[in-house]
């Protein structure tokens, strides 16, 4: 409970160690990459990089399966960035082979991005398959990893991504208030000046942060705090390995429960991530969200709404401090509750 301060060395000290402990987890070198971290939501950290590494006489490529790639086109249109955007439906996974023919078409292409773990329905993209196109074809590759880096092995340079971007309160277990960005150096670099917004420019928040470990603005320094706790905790449980498989464990459990009760999953098996899981709901009960939402609340369990929009569906996470124990309760909950409804 110790109060930093944001201009102290030993407040410093720790964003400087969070910055070189992020690229082991990426896998790269600090020769080649650095890390960026970037006040606000992870939002915020996607934001960054699309309006300050894409200049005005360059395009972006959206990959978009669900609503956070779909929030990139938002940004781009806010910023006013030329983009083109691919869709797919929200059960399936971009295509690389897609990509390759819009890059083939559109020579004016000069990034990609796409989302790794769309939580919309709990898809997990193929990025490398993806990566390895982008970058046969001499372009840049951005990826929003906000709820799978750290969840799920992503080495970075090997599957050619430039830009990945995550959050403190996601796979590392922190809380809310800072994103981070691991960038290559020499495309980082080349981004001086592209900016098109202050409090968000990539590079000049590089630039200060690189010197010290200063920040640029006032930092959230008690997240930063529990981000350094949440680093070390990671290390004790064993690493991405250790923390990947109890995700993944989690949610083959939760899967397995579920279809015993007759409760179907949006996503099949092959794309389906460990981070969280939509399921249909259940054939034959008649209820509202709201109500089995409070039900399992008052019970101390939390879950999402669904976010599909062409069917009826509801969201269960299964990251973060969870165990097979709360997978147990949590399906036992649903199935109280459906059986009360009867």
Request: aromatic share 10%.
């Amino acid at each position: 409970m110790f109060d930093h301060c944001t201009w102290d060395d030993d407040y410093k000290k720790i964003t400087q160690e969070i910055r070189r402990e992020l690229l082991e987890l990426a896998h790269v070198d600090e020769k080649e990459y650095t890390a960026v971290l970037m006040q606000g939501s992870g939002t915020f950290g996607v934001e960054s990089v699309l309006t300050s590494v894409i200049g005005s006489g360059e395009k972006l490529l959206i990959a978009a399966n669900g609503a956070y790639g779909e929030r990139m086109e938002d940004i781009a249109k806010h910023a006013g960035i030329d983009y083109a955007i691919y869709h797919e439906h929200y059960n399936q996974v971009p295509k690389a082979e897609v990509i390759r023919d819009m890059l083939e078409k559109d020579q004016k292409i000069t990034h990609v991005a796409m989302v790794h773990s769309e939580t919309t329905s709990g898809i997990l993209n193929d990025i490398e398959a993806v990566g390895k196109v982008v970058k046969e074809m001499g372009r840049v590759f951005i990826v929003d990893a906000m709820s799978s880096f750290a969840g799920v092995d992503i080495p970075v340079k090997d599957w050619g991504i430039d830009f990945i971007i995550s959050s403190a309160n996601k796979c590392i277990q922190g809380v809310p208030g800072f994103s981070f960005i691991i960038a290559n150096r020499k495309l980082l670099e080349e981004s001086k000046g592209k900016a098109r917004s202050l409090s968000l420019d990539l590079y000049d928040q590089w630039k200060t942060m690189e010197v010290d470990g200063k920040w640029r603005f006032t930092s959230p320094t008690h997240v930063v705090l529990a981000f350094a706790q949440a680093l070390k905790e990671l290390k004790e449980e064993g690493g991405i390995p250790a923390r990947s498989r109890r995700y993944k464990e989690n949610n083959e459990l939760l899967i397995k429960r579920m279809e015993e009760m007759g409760i179907h999953t949006y996503i099949d098996r092959e794309h389906q991530g460990p981070i969280i899981t939509t399921f249909f709901y259940p054939e034959n009960y008649n209820f509202k969200f709201s109500d089995m939402y409070n039900y399992i609340k008052d019970r101390g369990y939390a879950i999402y709404p669904g976010k599909v929009t062409e069917a009826e569906t509801f969201r269960i996470g299964n990251i973060g401090e969870i165990y097979k124990e709360d997978i147990i309760k949590v399906t036992d909950l649903i199935g109280e509750f459906l059986e009360s409804t009867k």
